[in-house]
């Protein structure tokens, strides 16, 4: 991706003159934002590493230069692509070095430990919470470990419908290469374009179809994993009773533990039919109560999202919806309903689920609002770019909860961020994913720049967090934890629970190279 933007630049496209309207009517006038030139310092990884690094994966394969350096310094979240687009590339990594086997990773690590450099694992460089930021004092340099050379679908098991594909395989190559077996893992978040199968296990990815699909780390049936103490094999059958389950140790461990060098996950068949369709609600309320009458019906939809009324009237994930012609200009707030499967399935449960929704009082607005969402589903960050350049600050953030903690949470974490940002400014929000017994929501806020627009969102997302931990949510529902929300950790997990994050990274990493400051507090 550019260092600077997300995605392919050749993909992005102006604001159209009506949304541009609307944003200057809402922000004031706009004032682009120049991006500065930026260099880099020189690599100072100790020449004894680069050696072994040679040796391990090839000279082709270990590289110095500044433009790979760029792409690969920091993630995606608004913070980072305001400090690059600052000049400011200070957390760029020494040595791209990329292996092409498990085994050539274990050889990386050894080299690393000897020489005491820190190793970043990077997959498709999506990340949103600073987890590809590690801490590189005290060490003698810092190496991106680039899993782009595995990239292999190893193994398809149509029996047991199971597939392993390597790491370093995006998400939108997986598909291909599973569709010419007619299968799919149905796994796809907002980042699917350019995410990687690692990345989704190390960071416990939620796709928009989770409600159908399910989490990615539920998924999971193995895990190989390389770390300097040794390389972990996990999952031998669908399900066991043999201790803890180790798995969910490594998903989520966000390249802190081990390096993810194959994963294996259920797939499904390629759905016959995909039906996406619009339901209104009066009021978020009135909506979200539906949403948990459906989620706690038994009946399985593929897609389940809501917008509260200041989403569904600007919707700011669809430049057409914010020209006005998107459909989401009307009063109360727009679900998302989606199936996917067999036609006969699909025309089942489509008739029931309209059945109850109707019955709760919803009303039915047809495919429009549902194929307009899954035409624009991966343009927000284009549009964040857009919107970036003409001084409007635009970040998210997201949690999840219990069904009876929903509403304060909303009000909490809304409350916050209204507060402790500069006016004017928008506070949006989802019901992004949904389960029996709660449901994540996701915020979307834009506001005028400040002179320092970091510290302008650092200062109300510190306010958000603080909200969220006060209500007793969790601080990441599929974003990850990265450095951004290290703070608020042991909050959620308690004292016990970081001794015990602590210590598997002790025995995993002892010399503390793999992602140091990431994850562990």
């Keep these: 991706m550019h260092p600077l933007r997300w995605g392919d630049p050749a993909a992005a496209s102006p604001l159209p003159e009506g949304a541009r309207a609307l944003v200057e009517a809402v922000f004031g006038p706009a004032e682009p934002h120049a991006e500065r030139p930026s260099a880099l310092a020189a690599p100072s990884v100790p020449d004894e590493f680069v050696q072994a690094a040679h040796a391990a994966v090839g000279h082709d394969h270990v ?3 500044d433009d790979t350096r760029r792409l690969r310094t920091r993630g995606k979240s608004t913070p980072d692509l305001l ?3 600052a000049g400011d590339l200070a957390d760029a990594p020494d040595a791209v070095v990329r292996p092409g086997t498990h085994d050539e990773v274990v050889a990386v690590l050894e080299a690393a430990v000897e020489h005491h450099v820190a190793v970043v694992p990077f997959g498709g460089g999506t990340c949103v ?20 050379r595995l990239d292999r679908l190893v193994e398809v098991d149509p029996v047991s419908m199971t597939a392993t594909l390597e790491p370093g395989l995006r998400a939108p190559e997986a598909e291909e290469l599973l569709a010419g077996h007619g299968l799919t893992i149905g796994h796809f978040p907002q980042s699917f374009e350019y995410a990687s199968i690692g990345g989704f296990a190390a960071t416990r990815s939620s796709g928009q179809a989770s409600a159908g699909y399910g989490r990615f780390d539920a998924m999971v049936v193995a895990v190989t994993v390389a770390t300097p103490t040794g390389t972990l094999q996990l999952g031998t059958s669908p399900a066991n009773a043999a201790g803890p389950d180790l798995r969910q140790l ?11 060098t194959s994963v294996t996950v259920r797939v499904r068949k390629v759905p016959e039919v995909k039906v996406y369709e619009g339901w209104r609600w009066p009021s978020f309320a009135e909506g979200t109560a539906a949403v948990r009458a459906v989620a706690q019906s038994g009946l399985q939809t593929t897609v389940l999202r809501l917008s509260d009324e200041t989403e569904s009237a600007v919707n700011l994930a669809d430049p057409d919806a914010i020209n006005g012609s998107g459909g989401s200009s009307t009063d109360g707030c727009l679900m998302v309903v989606g199936f996917e499967g067999d036609s006969d399935l699909v025309a089942e449960r489509r008739a029931a689920v309209t059945r109850l929704l109707t019955d709760l009082g919803g009303e039915a607005v047809g495919e429009d609002p549902g194929r307009a969402w899954e035409h624009g589903r991966f343009r927000a960050p284009y549009l964040r770019d857009s919107l970036l350049d003409l001084g409007v600050l635009v970040e998210t953030l997201e949690t999840a909860t219990f069904w009876s903690g929903v509403e304060n949470l909303y009000a909490a974490v809304k409350g916050a961020l209204e507060t402790h940002l500069d006016q004017p400014a928008l506070v949006l929000c989802h019901v992004s994913h949904v389960y029996e017994t709660g449901c994540s929501l996701y ?6 720049q400040s002179a320092d627009p970091v510290e302008q969102w650092w200062r109300a997302k510190r306010a958000a967090m603080d909200a969220i931990a006060a209500q007793g949510a969790t601080i990441s529902h599929h974003h990850a934890v990265g450095t951004d929300h290290r703070p608020w950790l042991e909050a959620e997990i308690g004292t016990v629970g970081v001794r015990i994050l602590r210590a598997v990274k002790a025995e995993l990493d002892p010399a503390g190279v793999l992602n140091p400051g990431v994850l562990v507090p």
């Design 63 to 65: 590289l110095l230069d």
């Design 83 to 85: 400090r690059a687009r």
């Design 129 to 148: 919470t600073g987890g590809l930021a590690a801490r590189r004092d005290g060490y003698s340099g810092l190496v991106s470990l680039d899993l782009a």
């Design 250 to 260: 490594v998903l989520g461990s966000e390249g802190a533990f081990g390096v993810i």
């Design 443 to 448: 915020f979307t806020v834009a506001a005028k």
